[in-house]
Every structure is written in structure tokens, then in C-alpha cells.
């Protein structure tokens, strides 16, 4: 993985911390941590899409972000496991690698988004 794919995972884990922080935060400490999170979030969502096609990284990063999501509130939440939610979370990551997949390959190639 490039360091340019890497700022958008990290961006996306962010994201996932922000998201729950906004939902959960409940002490300024905990707030603050939120806007912590949101401003690398974005730091690293920004300073990816200076290299990456901007529309790939932000489906890989909302794609991921959601993903990250959904499967912290079932681990650590409470929220009901539903198969059917994890193979549409599923079938997002496959889109997710095979946007990277053509983006990289676009990239060898000369090519755009």
C-alpha cells in the first residue's frame, strides 16, 4: 500500500471516530477528542486527494468510514448483528478494492479517474 492510500485509511479511521464521537460524546474531553479526529480526518482526506483522483478517494473514504462504522457499533455498542447489513458492508469493500485496483492501474497507465 502507497503512503497516499495509507493517508486514506487513516483518514477513514478517523472518520470512524469522529462519527461515533458525535453520537456518543457526552464530556468536553470526549468532544474534544471528536474535533480532534475530524480535523486528521480531513487533514489526511485532503492531502490524499492532492495525489488520487479527489472522486476515488472520497468513495474509498466514505466507503471505508461507513464500514468502520457499522462494525464499531456492533462490537463495541450493542447493535444487533445483521447478516444481511454485513454482506452489504461486504459487497462495499469489494467496490472499495476495485476502485483502488483501477486507480492504481489508471495510474501506471498514465491514465485519469
Avoid at 59 to 70: D, K, Q
Amino acid at each position: 500500500m502507497s503512503g497516499t492510500w495509507l493517508k486514506v485509511v487513516l483518514a477513514a479511521v478517523f472518520e470512524v471516530g469522529w462519527v461515533i464521537g458525535l453520537k456518543h460524546a457526552g464530556s468536553a474531553l470526549e468532544w474534544t477528542a471528536t474535533v480532534i479526529a475530524m480535523v486528521v480526518s480531513f487533514y489526511y482526506l485532503v492531502t490524499a486527494g492532492r495525489t488520487l483522483p479527489v472522486g476515488t478517494v472520497y468513495a474509498v473514504f466514505v466507503g471505508l468510514g461507513t464500514a468502520g462504522t457499522v462494525l464499531s457499533e456492533i462490537l463495541f455498542f450493542g447493535v444487533p448483528f445483521q447478516l444481511e447489513k454485513i454482506l452489504w458492508i461486504g459487497l462495499l469493500l469489494v467496490g472499495i478494492a476495485g476502485l483502488k485496483m483501477v486507480t492504481e492501474n489508471g495510474a501506471k497507465q498514465g491514465g485519469t479517474e
